[in-house]
């Protein structure tokens, strides 16, 4: 489990995820990208590129 970091709600990510995969914020519905590190998972903000939220 991470924390999103735009609302520090605990984001449960399985953990079989690979490296890049995106995550979605159930709270905030902000995307993250997967990052492994030695001690689990960690976020970092995901690529958006041509998508549009709408926000
Ligand atoms: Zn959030």
Do not use: H, R, Y
Request: with cysteine; glycine share 10%; aromatic share 8%.
């Amino acid at each position: 489990m991470v924390q999103c970091l735009e609302c520090d709600f605990n984001i449960i990510i399985p953990k079989d995820s690979l490296e890049g995969e995106i995550v979605t914020c159930q709270d905030c519905g902000s995307s993250f990208e997967i990052m492994k590190v030695t001690d689990g998972f960690k976020l970092k903000p995901a690529q958006t590129v041509g998508e549009d939220w709408g926000q």
